[in-house]
């Protein structure tokens, strides 16, 4: 059996072009429904690079169907021109995007700073204690605590919850991002402190997951136990 015969894709593409829609009785058997899943996977995968709103579907399906007849009518030149354009028109984007999140991270935490109550360490990390405990123990680099927490973009949006787990975590604070590193080393057993982390002090212009490149963060944590020390 061919996972992809050429003639029947190319007659699925002209058949998309004419506005034609896919009923479910034309995917009941294998072959229709692998040439089915790789036009999906393709949909799929444009949506997930942020590439669907700059494709001209008409003509991208022209162009799918012209190479599976080997009729292309863009000289291999033209095409890599084409594409040089628009893989230096992405960049340029995401580089407009990544010093937009930069320069917005920034003004958050210059102007959180001077909120009352809000404490600047020399790093640049940004606390305000929310609760004290009863004086409890603090924590050093190497030691290991127990903490609830929640973190959240500078726009309020939570990335990641303790709390909502309804499970407190244990961790190494020589294992964490610099900002709890020494953001927990100023708090003591039973506190609860607020954290505003300046990007160099968490991830930096990588990201992580939900959390996109140069983003400030802000944790709330409450610091449960000194686990070793």
């Given at each position: 059996m061919s996972y992809l015969r050429a003639?029947?894709?190319?007659?699925a593409v002209s058949s998309m072009m004419l506005g034609t829609a896919v009923q479910a009785q034309d995917l009941t058997d294998q072959d229709s429904q692998i040439s089915?899943?790789?036009?999906?996977?393709?949909?799929?995968?444009?949506?997930?690079?942020?590439?669907a709103q700059d494709v001209d579907v008409e003509i991208f399906m022209q162009g799918l169907q012209d190479s599976l007849e080997d009729n292309v009518q863009l000289s291999q030149e033209q095409i890599m021109a084409a594409l040089?354009?628009?893989?230096?028109?992405m960049v340029a984007e995401?580089?407009?995007?990544?010093?937009?999140?930069?320069?917005?991270?920034?003004?958050?935490?210059?102007?959180?700073?001077?909120?009352?109550?809000?404490?600047?360490?020399?790093s640049g990390l940004q606390y305000e204690v929310l609760e004290e405990g009863d004086g409890g123990?603090?924590?050093?680099?190497t030691d290991t605590v127990l903490a609830h927490y929640e973190g959240r973009l500078s726009n309020g949006d939570v990335f990641d919850s303790?709390?909502?787990?309804?499970?407190?975590?244990?961790?190494?604070?020589?294992?964490?991002?610099?900002?709890?590193?020494?953001?927990?080393?100023?708090?003591?057993?039973?506190d609860k402190y607020r954290f505003y982390i300046p990007s160099e002090l968490a991830y930096g212009q990588n990201g992580q997951g939900p959390i996109p490149p140069f983003a400030a963060l802000v944790f709330d944590v409450e610091l449960l136990e000194v686990v070793s020390q």
């Amino acid at each position: 059996m061919s996972y992809l015969r050429a003639a029947g894709l190319s007659l699925a593409v002209s058949s998309m072009m004419l506005g034609t829609a896919v009923q479910a009785q034309d995917l009941t058997d294998q072959d229709s429904q692998i040439s089915y899943s790789i036009g999906v996977n393709i949909g799929q995968g444009l949506m997930q690079q942020g590439l669907a709103q700059d494709v001209d579907v008409e003509i991208f399906m022209q162009g799918l169907q012209d190479s599976l007849e080997d009729n292309v009518q863009l000289s291999q030149e033209q095409i890599m021109a084409a594409l040089q354009a628009f893989q230096q028109q992405m960049v340029a984007e995401q580089q407009a995007q990544v010093e937009a999140a930069r320069a917005e991270s920034m003004a958050f935490l210059e102007q959180n700073a001077q909120r009352d109550g809000v404490m600047v360490t020399d790093s640049g990390l940004q606390y305000e204690v929310l609760e004290e405990g009863d004086g409890g123990v603090s924590p050093a680099e190497t030691d290991t605590v127990l903490a609830h927490y929640e973190g959240r973009l500078s726009n309020g949006d939570v990335f990641d919850s303790s709390i909502e787990r309804g499970e407190p975590t244990e961790f190494a604070l020589n294992q964490v991002i610099p900002g709890w590193t020494e953001g927990l080393q100023l708090m003591e057993t039973g506190d609860k402190y607020r954290f505003y982390i300046p990007s160099e002090l968490a991830y930096g212009q990588n990201g992580q997951g939900p959390i996109p490149p140069f983003a400030a963060l802000v944790f709330d944590v409450e610091l449960l136990e000194v686990v070793s020390q």
